[in-house]
Antibody
Framework: QVQLVESGGGLVTPGGSLRLSCSGFGFTFSDYYMSWVRQAPGKGLEWVAF????????YYADSVKGRFAVSRDNSRNSLLLQMDSLRVDDTADYFCAGAAKETYWHFDLWGRGTLVSVSS | SYDLTQSSSVAVSPGQTATIPCSGD??????TAWYQQKPGQSPVLIIYQNNRRPSGIPERFSASSSGTTVTLTISGAQAVDEADYYC?????????FGTGTRLTVL
């Protein structure tokens, strides 16, 4: 069964760090461009970070640039998001999402999300 | 990057046609996708490459484009279609999501 499973969310104080993980199952992970997308409570979807299959290119939303870092390990079918200097407005459900190589402009696969809460 | 604007809510009666527009300056020159998200669930792709449906998505979902506006149409909306709907596009180095539309079927 094709699925993405996120982990690593939790409660952290402002200025702290957290690392999220996403594991892929049932598909060829290395064939997919991967992203993190977040959704603040009661709000819409916001794309956060992107990484190509070979990890050669990464892109970030302006709101997280310089604070977050995305990486992947295709041998372990895993995607990571290192989040530093966390702020209250980073509080959100974080989804990992996959886009097939041939059609990278939309997301075919979504995880169920992991909740990050930033609060003092 | 740029903004994609959607109306905040749409309401229809069961069996009616629901239309959900999405506008953005660059929409005329890029592929657009649509996602459905029900409460407590992750988004699901329902339309990609402007008007293609993934397998398993009912035929009542379709999309069209005119200028810088793309529109999701749900023909014969059902109670099960109550959800939030997001348009999405890719722009050079950014994925952009629309502001989202809550569809109520009552």
């Amino acid at each position: 069964q094709v699925q993405l499973v996120e982990s690593g969310g939790g409660l952290v104080t402002p200025g702290g760090s957290l690392r999220l993980s996403c594991s892929g199952f049932g598909f060829t992970f290395s064939d997919y461009y991967m992203s993190w997308v977040r959704q603040a409570p009661g709000k819409g979807l916001e794309w956060v970070a992107f990484i190509t299959p070979g990890s050669t290119v990464t892109y970030y939303a302006d709101s997280v640039k310089g604070r977050f870092a995305v990486s992947r390990d295709n041998s372990r079918n895993s995607l990571l998001l290192q989040m530093d200097s966390l702020r209250v407005d980073d509080t959100a459900d974080y989804f990992c999402a996959g886009a097939a190589k041939e059609t990278y402009w939309h997301f075919d696969l979504w995880g169920r999300g992991t909740l990050v809460s930033v609060s003092s | 990057s740029y903004d994609l604007t959607q109306s905040s809510s749409v309401a229809v009666s069961p069996g009616q046609t629901a239309t959900i527009p999405c506008s953005g300056d660059k929409l005329g020159g890029t592929y657009t996708a649509w996602y459905q998200q029900k409460p407590g669930q992750s988004p699901v792709l329902i339309i990609y490459q402007n008007n293609r449906r993934p397998s398993g998505i009912p035929e009542r979902f379709s999309a069209s484009s005119s200028g810088t506006t793309v529109t999701l149409t749900i023909s014969g909306a059902q109670a099960v279609d109550e959800a939030d709907y997001y348009c999405q596009a890719w722009d050079t180095d950014t994925y952009v999501f629309g502001t989202g539309t809550r569809l109520t079927v009552l």
